[in-house]
């Protein structure tokens, strides 16, 4: 049982945490980083701090379900609590072997993150907490309980509560306190009070089942049945308002043999794996190698995807909305061009975002653009790109699956917006792959199975408890299986090899990933930081390396056919793959690619500065097959009409050598939205602009081309718009970064040295009577030195305060100072002087732990220490 000072039990939460050694300190920190920002200045401070609101509820978020239950159970026993009295109020009268094995662990993890503090006991929980979990007309307790006797009891007249006495049998009392103690013994005495229910009628036992096991409130009427009469008459309910009454908590607890819970669950649910009939007959013993090739697979077409979108935005995307994020159209045109639903597009869209591929570009006209950093991700090896984005997507706080919904405004989510951010994102992400990593290789796990255990082990994060599936985390994880899907992480639901290697051991000093990235405590944190970017670095050189062997390998041939279609039987090399993507449409996807060559893409090809005899090279070159005759014939047919008429800028102006050519324009109606007037016999105006004129022409089943100013032909490539460098948006974690080894033993001996500092016992200063009246100066003196006796920081004159320094550094013993920095911030330290010259004194700073240098002047006092702490 821990000890205070003297060898007393602790009497609070400070004196508790001052008997645990330097690894429980840290221990606590790692569990609780929200109380190391900033370092308290000694343990009483660390104390108050784990007691505030905000940090408890935070504390208990993360306590899995029966290690809440099990501070549930505390805060509805009388305080404080010995262990034997938990233990009943979870296991109840008959036992239960799971939860005596179960609770030793909770009520130790409860104690290493001082929710709860005493031996085993007096097991005290921390107020805040208690105020949190006890039940109240206002807050129900989620045991179902209500409150105790004396509670529900407080104001009621002595008169009642002797009647009360009376009619349960009991002999009257001299005092309330008496009577309310009387009455609690009796629901407490599992003898009489079966005694007092065998009495009762069967319509009054009724009642109180459907109030045992809550909530405890009924309403009443003015005029009550008798049941419910028979009830308040021995106490078994009682008031709580004017027409509300309630079933106290012994009487309930009698009523639930003992328990303070209808279901304790003292052992997480398994995962288990999807059934035979769920999976279907083809997928129902998935081996590890079809998982494998189904999830490279399903890779391949996420880079594919991913680079096709780039491609769609390459000469800049969509407009940046004034509120931030893509609109509601620019999404559905991205869906069509990506050939997906909506949803499924602004996974990609942000996926390609958090990977630090797509930014704004910050012009005026602001849009969306690939950034510089996709030129190199481009020229990765497949294997290594596939890697930066399952790492992106794993460490990310973007949440695609909220687009399109609403916020508590009522606002409408957009994709790239700036609402999408969810802290808890990469932890159920991790989480989810975690428990996939549970089963056999090649096992798909039950969905319901899988949002079972994740709420048993965040049940505060869930809505288990209301019966509810459509929770943030409950969501979060089914979207996690389906992008995981989506970007081969898993293969038929299962997860793969090259998914299992994303999941590098984590270092004691980290939590999440996501951590990496948080700008926030650039200084401090900075250590922690890079540790875990070089977790995430070897997790993504794993993945790539167990990718590697999955994916095919570039191919540098294509299989052309005579209905003008070309089969590409997989992954083509880059140059191959550009330029059949500007020759030919592509018509279909999956394992085998199938472009279709048109009148319209090869003259795409020959705008772009091909001729008929590269085209025919290029074909004849890369392709396995001989190059049908159909296809030659499109070729030299295009190529002969291109560049028959020229388009050129006047307003625009239309020339050609055949002059019938131009007949035929003027006459076909079509051309009458051109405007167009013949201004010689092989020259025809326009009142359209030249890409408007084109267009028309091209329309019209002509082949023009556009033309320079000095008459040459213009060829038209696309053009790469860029962002200026841009960084991949920081992930915003779900409360403060874990710290690191280093600053967590950094952060124990600073606490350490400043609770010694606070609590060192300084000698008494005698103040000697005074034989004649004392000065105003005295008599100031005097008080401080009375003051720094009784622990409030020393106050002693200049002469005074370099006379006990240099006879510290004389003797080498430590003192007591009171110090005010250059920000005029005061604090108390302990001091081992070593030398004092030119104003200034020299010391081990016990509060530091390092030799430090002081100004005499910004010392405000100083006092001998009764024992010497070095």
Same mark, same amino acid.
């Given at each position: 049982?821990?000890?205070?000072?003297?060898?007393?039990?602790?009497?609070?939460?400070?004196?508790?945490?001052?008997?645990?050694?330097?690894?429980?300190?840290?221990?606590?920190?790692?569990?609780?980083?929200?109380?190391?920002?900033?370092?308290?200045?000694?343990?009483?401070?660390?104390?108050?701090?784990?007691?505030?609101?905000?940090?408890?509820?935070?504390?208990?978020?993360?306590?899995?379900?029966?290690?809440?239950?099990?501070?549930?159970?505390?805060?509805?026993?009388?305080?404080?609590?010995?262990?034997?009295?938990?233990?009943?109020?979870?296991?109840?009268?008959?036992?239960?072997?799971?939860?005596?094995?179960?609770?030793?662990?909770?009520?130790?993890?409860?104690?290493?993150?001082?929710?709860?503090?005493? @031996?085993?006991?007096?097991?005290?929980?921390?107020?805040?907490?208690?105020?949190?979990?006890?039940?109240?007309?206002?807050?129900?307790?989620? !045991?179902?309980?209500?409150?105790?006797?004396?509670?529900?009891?407080?104001?009621?007249?002595?008169?009642?509560?002797?009647?009360?006495?009376?009619?349960?049998?009991?002999?009257?009392?001299?005092?309330?306190?008496?009577?309310?103690?009387?009455?609690?013994?009796?629901?407490?005495?599992?003898?009489?009070?079966?005694?007092?229910?065998?009495?009762?009628?069967?319509?009054?036992?009724?009642?109180?089942?459907?109030? =045992?096991?809550?909530?405890?409130?009924?309403?009443?009427?003015?005029?009550?049945?008798?049941?419910?009469?028979?009830?308040?008459?021995?106490?078994?309910?009682?008031?709580?308002?004017?027409?509300?009454?309630?079933?106290?908590?012994?009487?309930?607890?009698?009523?639930?043999?003992?328990?303070?819970?209808?279901?304790?669950?003292?052992?997480?649910?398994?995962?288990?794996?999807?059934?035979?009939?769920?999976?279907?007959?083809?997928?129902?013993?998935?081996?590890?190698?079809?998982?494998?090739?189904?999830?490279?697979?399903?890779?391949?077409?996420?880079?594919?995807?991913? #680079?096709?979108?780039?491609?769609?935005?390459?000469?800049?995307?969509?407009?940046?909305?004034?509120?931030?994020?893509?609109?509601?159209?620019?999404?559905?045109?991205?869906?069509?061009?990506?050939? =997906?639903?909506?949803?499924?597009?602004?996974?990609?869209?942000?996926?390609?975002?958090?990977?630090?591929?797509?930014? +704004?570009?910050?012009?005026?006209?602001?849009? *969306?653009?690939?950034?510089?950093?996709?030129?190199?991700? $481009?020229?990765?090896?497949?294997?290594?790109?596939?890697?930066?984005?399952?790492?992106?997507?794993?460490?990310?706080?973007?949440?695609?699956?909220?687009?399109?919904?609403?916020?508590?405004?009522?606002? +409408?989510?957009?994709?790239?917006?700036?609402?999408? &951010?969810?802290?808890?994102?990469? #932890?159920?992400?991790?989480?989810?792959?975690?428990?996939?990593?549970?089963?056999?290789?090649?096992?798909?796990?039950?969905?319901?199975?899988?949002?079972?255990?994740?709420?048993?082990?965040?049940?505060?994060?869930?809505?288990?408890?209301?019966?509810?599936?459509? /929770?943030?985390?409950?969501?979060?994880?089914?979207?996690?299986?389906?992008?995981?899907?989506?970007? @081969?992480?898993?293969?038929?639901?299962?997860?793969?090899?090259? @998914?299992?290697?994303?999941?590098?051991?984590?270092?004691?000093?980290?939590?999440?990933? $996501? /951590?990496?990235? &948080?700008?926030?405590?650039?200084?401090?944190?900075?250590?922690?930081?890079?540790?875990?970017?070089?977790?995430?670095?070897?997790?993504?050189?794993?993945?790539?390396?167990?990718?590697?062997?999955?994916?095919?390998?570039?191919?540098?041939?294509?299989?052309?056919?005579?209905?003008?279609?070309?089969?590409?039987?997989?992954?083509?090399?880059?140059?191959?793959?550009?330029?059949?993507?500007?020759?030919?449409?592509?018509?279909?996807?999956?394992?085998?690619?199938?472009?279709?060559?048109?009148? @319209?893409?090869?003259?795409?090809?020959?705008?772009?500065?091909?001729?008929?005899?590269?085209?025919?090279?290029?074909?004849?070159?890369?392709?396995?097959?001989? =190059?049908? $005759?159909?296809?030659?014939?499109?070729?030299? &047919?295009?190529?002969?009409?291109?560049?028959?008429?020229?388009?050129?800028?006047?307003?625009?102006?239309?020339?050609?050598?055949?002059?019938?050519?131009?007949?035929?324009?003027?006459?076909?109606?079509?051309?009458?939205?051109?405007?167009?007037?013949?201004?010689?016999?092989?020259?025809?105006?326009?009142?359209?602009?030249?890409?408007?004129?084109? /267009?028309?022409?091209?329309?019209?089943?002509?082949?023009?081309?556009?033309?320079?100013?000095?008459?040459?032909?213009?060829? +038209?490539?696309?053009?790469?718009?860029?962002?200026?460098?841009?960084?991949?948006?920081?992930?915003?974690?779900?409360?403060?970064?874990?710290?690191?080894?280093?600053?967590?033993?950094?952060?124990?001996?600073?606490?350490?040295?400043?609770?010694?500092?606070? +609590?060192?016992?300084?000698?008494?200063?005698?103040?000697?009577?005074?034989?004649?009246?004392?000065?105003?100066?005295?008599?100031?003196?005097?008080?401080?030195?009375?003051?720094?006796?009784?622990?409030?920081?020393?106050?002693?004159?200049?002469?005074?305060?370099?006379?006990?320094?240099?006879?510290?550094?004389?003797?080498?013993?430590?003192?007591?100072?009171?110090?005010?920095?250059?920000?005029?911030?005061?604090?108390?330290?302990?001091?081992?002087?070593?030398?004092?010259?030119?104003? *200034?004194?020299?010391? *081990?700073?016990?509060?530091?732990?390092?030799?430090?240098? *002081?100004?005499?002047?910004?010392? !405000?006092? =100083?006092?001998?220490?009764? &024992?010497?702490?070095?």
């Amino acid at each position: 049982m821990p000890e205070g000072t003297g060898g007393t039990p602790p009497r609070t939460l400070a004196e508790a945490l001052r008997t645990q050694s330097d690894e429980s300190l840290a221990a606590l920190l790692r569990a609780r980083p929200d109380l190391l920002t900033p370092v308290p200045n000694d343990l009483s401070q660390l104390a108050t701090r784990a007691g505030t609101r905000a940090s408890v509820v935070r504390a208990l978020e993360r306590l899995d379900r029966f290690t809440l239950q099990t501070a549930e159970a505390l805060a509805v026993a009388p305080e404080p609590a010995p262990y034997d009295t938990l233990r009943a109020l979870l296991t109840g009268d008959e036992g239960d072997a799971r939860i005596e094995a179960a609770l030793p662990g909770a009520v130790r993890t409860l104690r290493d993150r001082a929710l709860i503090w005493g @031996g085993d006991d007096r097991l005290r929980l921390v107020r805040t907490a208690r105020e949190l979990l006890a039940p109240s007309p206002t807050h129900p307790s989620p !045991t179902g309980l209500g409150p105790t006797v004396a509670e529900a009891t407080s104001g009621m007249s002595p008169g009642r509560l002797q009647e009360i006495l009376a009619a349960a049998w009991l002999p009257s009392t001299h005092d309330p306190v008496s009577a309310v103690a009387s009455l609690t013994a009796l629901f407490t005495d599992r003898t009489r009070m079966a005694a007092l229910l065998d009495t009762a009628p069967m319509e009054a036992l009724s009642v109180l089942d459907r109030l =045992v096991w809550g909530p405890p409130y009924g309403e009443v009427t003015s005029s009550p049945t008798p049941p419910v009469q028979w009830l308040r008459d021995r106490g078994l309910l009682l008031p709580a308002t004017t027409r509300t009454v309630v079933l106290p908590r012994e009487a309930a607890l009698h009523l639930r043999a003992g328990r303070a819970h209808r279901t304790p669950e003292p052992v997480a649910p398994d995962v288990a794996p999807r059934s035979p009939e769920a999976a279907g007959s083809a997928n129902a013993g998935n081996r590890p190698q079809v998982v494998d090739s189904a999830a490279a697979a399903q890779a391949y077409t996420a880079l594919a995807t991913v #680079e096709e979108l780039a491609k769609d935005w390459n000469e800049g995307g969509p407009n940046v909305l004034r509120a931030g994020g893509l609109s509601v159209r620019d999404l559905k045109r991205t869906a069509a061009a990506l050939d =997906v639903s909506e949803s499924v597009a602004a996974f990609w869209v942000e996926l390609t975002y958090a990977a630090g591929l797509l930014a +704004t570009d910050g012009e005026p006209d602001e849009r *969306y653009a690939p950034t510089p950093a996709y030129d190199e991700w $481009q020229e990765l090896p497949a294997p290594e790109r596939w890697a930066r984005l399952a790492t992106a997507w794993l460490t990310a706080t973007r949440t695609p699956g909220l687009v399109g919904s609403q916020d508590s405004k009522g606002r +409408t989510l957009a994709a790239l917006g700036p609402d999408l &951010d969810r802290g808890a994102a990469p #932890e159920v992400r991790r989480r989810i792959l975690e428990l996939l990593a549970t089963l056999p290789e090649g096992t798909a796990p039950d969905p319901e199975s899988l949002l079972a255990r994740l709420r048993w082990e965040r049940p505060l994060r869930g809505a288990s408890s209301a019966g509810r599936s459509d /929770d943030l985390r409950s969501r979060l994880a089914a979207w996690t299986l389906n992008e995981a899907e989506m970007l @081969g992480v898993t293969g038929r639901g299962a997860l793969s090899s090259h @998914g299992r290697a994303l999941l590098a051991p984590r270092s004691p000093g980290t939590r999440e990933i $996501q /951590d990496a990235r &948080d700008t926030r405590a650039p200084g401090a944190a900075g250590a922690g930081v890079a540790g875990v970017a070089g977790v995430a670095g070897v997790a993504g050189q794993r993945a790539a390396a167990a990718l590697a062997p999955l994916l095919p390998e570039p191919l540098d041939h294509v299989l052309l056919q005579a209905d003008l279609t070309a089969v590409a039987p997989g992954p083509l090399l880059r140059p191959l793959a550009e330029l059949l993507s500007i020759a030919a449409d592509v018509e279909s996807k999956g394992g085998a690619t199938v472009y279709r060559f048109t009148p @319209g893409s090869v003259r795409r090809a020959l705008d772009a500065g091909q001729s008929a005899s590269d085209l025919h090279d290029f074909l004849r070159v890369h392709s396995r097959t001989p =190059v049908p $005759q159909p296809l030659a014939y499109l070729i030299d &047919d295009v190529a002969r009409k291109h560049g028959h008429l020229r388009v050129g800028s006047a307003s625009a102006y239309v020339r050609c050598d055949d002059e019938a050519v131009l007949d035929e324009i003027l006459a076909d109606k079509r051309s009458q939205g051109l405007r167009l007037r013949r201004l010689a016999p092989t020259v025809l105006s326009a009142h359209a602009d030249p890409a408007a004129l084109l /267009d028309g022409l091209r329309t019209m089943g002509f082949a023009p081309a556009a033309e320079s100013a000095e008459g040459d032909v213009m060829i +038209t490539r696309a053009h790469a718009h860029r962002t200026p460098p841009r960084t991949a948006p920081a992930p915003v974690p779900d409360g403060p970064p874990v710290p690191d080894a280093t600053l967590l033993g950094a952060a124990v001996r600073a606490i350490r040295a400043g609770d010694l500092a606070a +609590t060192v016992v300084r000698k008494p200063v005698q103040v000697p009577e005074p034989s004649a009246p004392l000065s105003g100066e005295a008599v100031a003196a005097a008080a401080a030195a009375t003051a720094s006796g009784n622990g409030e920081l020393p106050r002693t004159t200049s002469a005074e305060t370099l006379a006990t320094v240099q006879a510290a550094a004389m003797t080498g013993s430590a003192v007591w100072i009171g110090y005010v920095n250059a920000d005029g911030a005061a604090s108390q330290r302990v001091i081992a002087p070593v030398r004092v010259e030119g104003g *200034y004194v020299t010391a *081990y700073d016990h509060t530091a732990d390092e030799v430090r240098t *002081y100004p005499l002047h910004r010392i !405000t006092g =100083v006092a001998e220490l009764a &024992d010497d702490p070095a």
